[in-house]
Each structure stands twice: as C-alpha cells, then as structure tokens.
C-alpha cells in the first residue's frame, strides 16, 4: 500500500494565505454589493455600542426600568441628530442669502492678489474669471439634497440601532470572551473620541466666534464628526474654514491669521497629545495599517466607512489573531514583522 502524501508545513501555509487572499477577495465584492444593507446596519452597530453604556448607567445608577431607558436614550439620539440637521439647514441658508457679499469679497481678493503679483511680472492662470452668484446657490441646494439624503438614512440606522438596544447589543458578552474583548475596545474608543472632539469642536467653535467667522457653528460641527477620520480628519478641519475665513472682508489680517493658527494648535494637541495618552495603544493598530485600512473602507462604503474604518479594522484583528493560521496576519496589521503566530512573541 502506498503512504498517504504529506504536507509541507510552508505549502500549507502558502495555501492558507492564497485561500485568505481569496476570501479577501470575494468578501470585498460582497461588501461593496451588499453596502445599502451593511452600511446602516454597521453604523447602527456602532452608535448601539455607544449608547449602550448610557442606558446601563441609567438602569444602574438612576434606578430606571430598562424600557424606560431605551426610549429616553432613542429621544435624546434623535434630539441630537435633528438638532445638527437644523444647525446645518440653517446655516446653508445663511450660505445662500450672503452669495453675492461673499462673491464680492472674493472679486476684491482676487484681484488684490492679482495686483501684488503683476508686479513681479507674474499672471496667474485664470484670475479673469469669476464664480457666478447662482454657483454659490447651486452648491447650497447640493448641501441640502446631501442632508436630506442622510436624513433618509437616518431613519434606517435608528431602526437597526433600536433593535440592537433592545436585544442587549453593547456590553453583554459573556465575560473573558472574544466578543466581550471587542465591545470593551470599541465603546473605549467611542467614549474617548467622543470626548475628545466634543471638546475640540467647542474650543474651535469659541476660537472662530470670537473672531468673528461666518459658519462658526458649522465648522465646529464639522470638527466634531470630522476627527472621527483617522490622518486626514484633522487637516481637512482646519482646512474647512480657509475659504470663509480668506474671503472676510470684515477681518483684519491678523485675525485671519488667528482663525487658522490657533484651530492648528488644538487639533495638533489634542491629536497627539492628549489622546494616545487617553487611548494608548488599545487597538494596537500600526499607523500604515490605519492608513490602509482608511483607504480600503472608503472605496467600499464612502464617507461612512472612513468613519468606521479604524473600529472595524481593529474588530478584523482581534479574530484574526484568535486563529493560529492567522495569527501572523494580526502580528503583521500591529507592525510586529518578526512575530510568530504560535506564541505571539517577537522573534
């Protein structure tokens, strides 16, 4: 009788990592198909983690009946969400009814800059032409048609997450568990971020109001939801102002200055200084692999998944390093090269 053939422990796992990359694959594909259902459904995943504290605090501590708690926390989640929907509605009428003071401002601006640089012999490509006082009403309708659009989704993700809230979604995994380990990561992370840009978004708020910035209000909300985007989030807030606070005619340029300087400075500290010491290395995530994992969700789920990339992500970790086939894969998104799936420790 012929022996059965045996297997070269590095052919099995070659064929392990082509069946991982072939997953990867397809699950790609799957998710991108499947993203009308998986979005809502994961961002109310995401919000039940995070009220799921609030409404064991209010059981716990205060005494409440659990149903009672549930529809406090689901009133106060849409006080909240309709409360920014009418911040923003208002604010882009605003946007819209001071189009033609802003496009006046710009004009002037423009040809400022136009005038310095001639002097220098310098002709900048397309200084002659002008944004028409209708453009800025086209793109107050589209910020609008984008809100209401969320609106509609909205209405989803709290279906989804009061069902979540109900069935006892958040907080009660059996002890020492896989599961157990995910929801005390990710509501650490949810409590530490929302913290962080609650109190970044209001210091910017205050800063700009002070000097005088149209949108304040706007912008602060922006802050908020934008430092939930790992890398650029940041940037991209402090960018945001820049178009408003160039185009003020009503602002001196030291002030100008100010509203870009000290903006800066929060988000600098705040990102990296007040919160790795807040969250340390809980995730245990390498900033590549942030990075990448940024880039992925983004094509696949858009806006949302760049919000959501850094939990999900991390969520992708924890199972694979519960597998010893995998385990090496988890080493790899930490940044560990020299680890091995069997103890886990560096080689």
């Known amino acids: 009788m012929t022996s059965p053939p045996t297997h070269n422990p ?25 993203a009308p259902v998986l979005v ?9 983690y995070g009220l799921a504290p609030v409404v064991d605090a209010q059981v716990r501590r205060l005494r409440v009946p659990r149903g009672v708690a549930l529809v406090s926390t689901g ?33 002037t601006a423009k040809q400022s800059v136009k005038a310095q640089l001639g002097k ?28 209401k ?15 979540l809230l ?21 509501q650490r992370y949810i409590s530490v971020k929302v913290l962080l840009s609650g109190i970044t978004s209001i210091l910017v708020y205050v800063v700009l109001r002070l000097l005088g910035v149209d949108l304040a209000i706007v912008f602060g909300l922006l802050t908020f939801l934008l430092n939930f985007i790992p890398n650029v989030g940041s940037v991209l807030a402090v960018a945001a ?23 800066f400075a929060i988000q600098f500290t705040v990102g990296n200084v007040v919160e790795p010491r807040m969250l340390g290395n809980s995730f245990d995530l390498h900033p590549i692999t942030v990075l990448l994992a940024l880039m992925f969700w983004s094509m696949l789920w858009g806006i949302v998944g760049m919000f959501l990339s850094v939990p ?33 420790e560096a080689a």
């Open 75 to 107: 009133i106060l989640g849409v006080a909240l969400f309709l409360l920014v929907v009418s911040v923003v509605s208002s604010s882009v009428g605003s946007l819209e009814d001071n189009g033609d003071r802003y496009q006046q401002a710009y004009e």
């Open 149 to 163: 659009g969320l609106l509609s989704n909205a209405i989803v993700v709290l279906i989804f997450m009061l069902f």
């Open 166 to 186: 109900v069935g006892g979604s958040g907080g009660h995994a059996p002890p020492g568990s896989i599961w157990r380990e995910v929801e005390q990561k990710v």
């Open 120 to 147: 220098f012999g310098i002709k900048v490509p397309g200084a002659d032409e002008s944004i028409p006082s209708s453009k800025i009403g086209e793109w107050a309708a589209m910020i609008l048609n984008a809100v």
């Open 312 to 344: 999900i992500t991390a969520v992708l970790k924890i199972l694979l390093e519960r597998l010893e086939l995998t385990a090496p894969i988890a080493h790899l998104m930490a940044g560990r090269l020299g680890s091995r799936g069997d103890g886990g």
């Open 40 to 48: 809502p459904f994961t961002l109310a995943l995401f919000f039940a």
């Open 10 to 34: 590095s052919d099995r796992r070659i064929q392990t990592v082509c069946l991982l990359v072939l997953a990867a694959v397809v699950g790609g594909f799957a998710l991108k198909w499947l």
């Open 241 to 263: 102002p820049l178009p408003i606070v160039i185009v003020a005619p009503e602002m001196s340029f030291a002030a100008k200055c100010l509203a870009i300087a000290i903006p």
